[in-house]
């Protein structure tokens, strides 16, 4: 089992910087691949960015690609979001994800993942 624990959330105006960080714990982080979601009040569960395991590779939706970076640090076992340029549409619940084995699924299907924190909110003002 892996537990995921977010932070780094919180109120922010618009045009503003957050950095999301989920650490994890209970098996080794450096192999599962990681992924971020977000979910705003009244909508589905949306992908946000995703990293391999190594790091090698990173993914973006493409409304965040440009604003927000991914990154991890395998020895923290420490996933990272970096958020810039933070829009009001970006006021969500931020969820990590990460999984292993499941790479026949995309890295923006929430089925790659069988581990999810609780959550962090994000609340973008104007």
């Known amino acids: 089992q892996v537990q995921l624990v977010e932070s780094g959330g919180g109120l922010v105006q618009a045009g503003g910087s957050l950095r999301l960080s989920c650490a994890a714990s209970?098996?080794?982080?450096?192999?599962?691949?990681m992924g971020w979601f977000r979910q705003a009040a009244g909508k589905e569960r949306e992908y946000v960015a995703a990293m391999s395991w190594s790091g090698g590779n990173t993914y973006y939706a493409d409304s965040m690609k440009g604003r927000f970076t991914i990154s991890r640090d395998n020895a923290k076992n420490t996933g990272y979001l970096q958020m810039d340029s933070l829009q009001l549409e970006d006021t969500a619940v931020y969820y990590c994800?990460?999984?292993?084995?499941?790479?026949?699924?995309?890295?923006?299907?929430?089925?790659?993942?069988?581990?999810w924190g609780q959550g962090t909110p994000v609340t973008v003002s104007s």
């Open positions: 994800a990460a999984g292993t084995g499941r790479s026949f699924y995309p890295p923006s299907s929430h089925n790659r993942y069988d581990y």
């Open positions: 209970g098996r080794t982080f450096s192999i599962l691949d």
